[in-house]
């Protein structure tokens, strides 16, 4: 069964080398690449193609679309795809040798139909930033992924691409594009424990952007759950809990992320609510 590797980039252009000389370097060696550049504003297709000349990697296809979010571009790149299992990865990663062999095995099998991984790092821990965002988000030290978690996992690494085409693929819904597929399923990935990294925010503007764009995201309450999360983002709100949260962790810079981050937060939920911007 060959696999088809789908790399979703949207400014992720810094990372493209890593990320890429990390796949060629895999112990599985039967897998096409498939990039799909979400409308990045930098030239990302020509870093892309730098990249595919200096590692001289040949089983790699470059495709563009208008910047439509997560899961326009992955459903994309399942178009192109010629594998029979399908690999949903990001720009800014990079993997262990034995990645795509761990993650893809159990599918191989025949022992499930999908997987995730439980060993996702963060690739930038010793950057202030990318470790303030761990701590908002109550996540174990240099992890992406809580492993005490994994029952609750949504996203789908690795998919055969007979269940992606039978869900119809991702929906369109903003931040958790991802977790659709899951829901048109109704079954959950299988854990894995295929290691890889991942980066975090790493300055105060990246924070503030992907804030913003996590906060556009369907709430189980609704309406009603959003006037929650504008509530708890509040200026004194987000005060309070950026001071808790600093002398918890001993780390001043702490409340300064905690407000650009909330601040963030709430125009993403007013820009979604008022004007239906989910990816801007």
Excluded at 229 to 245: C, D, E, M, V, Y
Excluded at 261 to 270: E, K, M, N, P, Q
């Amino acid at each position: 069964m060959k696999a088809s590797v789908i790399i979703t980039l949207y400014n992720e252009e810094k990372y493209i080398n890593q990320c890429l000389s990390s796949l060629k370097d895999q112990s599985l060696n039967d897998f096409e690449i498939i990039i799909v550049d979400d409308g990045s504003i930098a030239n990302s297709k020509l870093k892309v193609q730098n990249a595919k000349l200096k590692l001289k990697i040949k089983d790699l296809r470059i495709f563009g679309q208008e910047h439509r979010g997560l899961a326009a571009a992955r459903n994309l790149g399942a178009k192109k795809a010629k594998g029979d299992i399908l690999v949903f990865l990001d720009g800014d990663m990079y993997f262990s040798k034995d990645f795509l062999e761990t993650l893809i095995q159990p599918i191989k099998l025949g022992k499930t139909r999908g997987t995730f991984s439980t060993e996702e790092y963060v690739a930038n821990w010793d950057n202030l930033w990318a470790r303030c965002w761990n701590y908002n988000w109550n996540l174990p030290e240099k992890r992406r992924v809580d492993p005490k978690r994994r029952d609750q996992q949504r996203e789908f690494r690795a998919i055969l691409r007979k269940e992606f085409e039978k869900a119809g693929g991702l929906e369109s819904v903003g931040y958790t594009d991802a977790w659709t597929l899951t829901a048109k399923l109704g079954y959950k990935p299988t854990s894995t424990k295929a290691v890889y990294y991942h980066y975090n925010p790493s300055n105060l503007k990246d924070v503030f952007l992907q804030a913003k764009w996590a906060a556009k995201r369907k709430y189980k309450l609704g309406i009603l759950g959003k006037i929650i999360a504008l509530i708890r983002a509040s200026f004194p709100f987000s005060l309070i809990n950026g001071l808790r949260k600093t002398v918890i962790k001993k780390e001043p810079a702490f409340v300064i992320f905690k407000l650009v981050y909330d601040f963030a937060s709430v125009l993403g939920i007013l820009e979604e609510t008022i004007e239906g911007k989910k990816y801007a």
